[in-house]
């Protein structure tokens, strides 16, 4: 039997980014149903609240903590008080992220800007501040949340593949760096599942508005299915995670033939049948 990476940590304390909500919250939760100390980061501290009122109905500890990743300085101000009052963090989870859609050359270069310095560099900025403090304490783990879109790369979604493309890639390159550390590594990678991110979702047309919001709101699997998902690949110590089918056989799809993906996707666009074909798969939770 594999022995399970979290419960190896030795002590149940954690750091889990964009707590407020959604996907955040419900790995806040999947970890005090086991007893956890959590710190819960967020900007939004009304809903860092109401995350924290239910770990503790739930039987975990916590702190909420209000934190823009964006802002290294703040980062590390939180990484000093967790691991100060926690006596160290054993698991980092970088969950907090924006969604922005577009065409490039449409979307603005500020949206571009905010959805990289949020998404790309506040985990940077988590990574950079948490890791030597965990190398100093003989290990820890790290959860990356990034999204089937940073393999797939789908059109219309520039700003958001390219970020999480980048986490992922940040992500396989850690698992190797830090192996020598025994500070394991997982990167999620979701397809649509209905959350708060399509909440202040940036787009540029209509089509990408109704796309969003149809697919985040008919997918077939809940934001708690994902955490479990999530949490029990970190357990097993998976590098990957892709919760939902739709994102494993799109996944292996562009990793057998990434020049016959994006073909099929160019003549899709070219024959004007793309839209439509997407259109519906999001209202029938297809992806």
């Not at 149940?12 to 980061?41: E, F």
């Not at 500890?61 to 691991?83: K, L, N, P, Y």
């Not at 562009?254 to 993906?261: D, F, Q």
Request: aromatic share 8%; glycine share 12%.
């Amino acid at each position: 039997m594999t022995r399970d990476r979290l419960e190896k940590l030795g002590h149940k304390t954690a750091v889990i980014t964009g707590a407020g909500s959604g996907l955040g919250r419900a790995l806040a939760l999947n970890l005090a149903r086991d007893g956890w100390r959590i710190g819960l980061a967020d900007v939004d501290m009304a809903g860092a609240e109401s995350t924290l009122d239910l770990v503790e109905k739930a039987g975990g500890f916590g702190e909420v903590w209000a934190c823009d990743i964006s802002r290294e300085e703040q980062v590390t101000t939180m990484a000093e008080h967790f691991f100060d009052a926690f006596g160290g963090v054993s698991l980092l989870v970088n969950n907090a992220g924006i969604a922005v859609a577009g065409f490039v050359g449409d979307a603005e270069i500020a949206e571009w800007r905010r959805i990289v310095d949020i998404n790309v560099m506040g985990t940077v900025n988590c990574c950079h501040v948490f890791i030597p403090p965990m190398k100093q304490r003989g290990g820890g783990y790290i959860v990356n949340v990034a999204s089937a879109a940073g393999i797939n790369n789908l059109p219309e979604m520039a700003p958001y593949n390219m970020t999480k493309a980048a986490v992922i890639s940040l992500s396989e390159t850690l698992r190797t760096e830090l192996a020598c550390d025994r500070i394991g590594v997982t990167v999620a990678c979701p397809t649509f599942f209905n959350t708060h991110l399509v909440d202040d979702m940036s787009c540029t047309n209509e089509f990408q508005s109704e796309f969003a919001h149809s697919a985040f709101s008919n997918a077939k699997i809940t934001p708690e299915g994902v955490a479990e998902a999530i949490i029990g690949g970190a357990r097993k110590g998976r590098l990957y995670v892709l919760p939902q089918f739709s994102a494993k056989w799109t996944s292996v799809a562009k990793r057998l033939s990434p020049a016959g993906w994006c073909g099929v996707l160019s003549i899709g666009y070219r024959l004007g049948i793309a839209r439509p074909i997407v259109m519906w798969l999001a209202r029938h939770g297809g992806v």
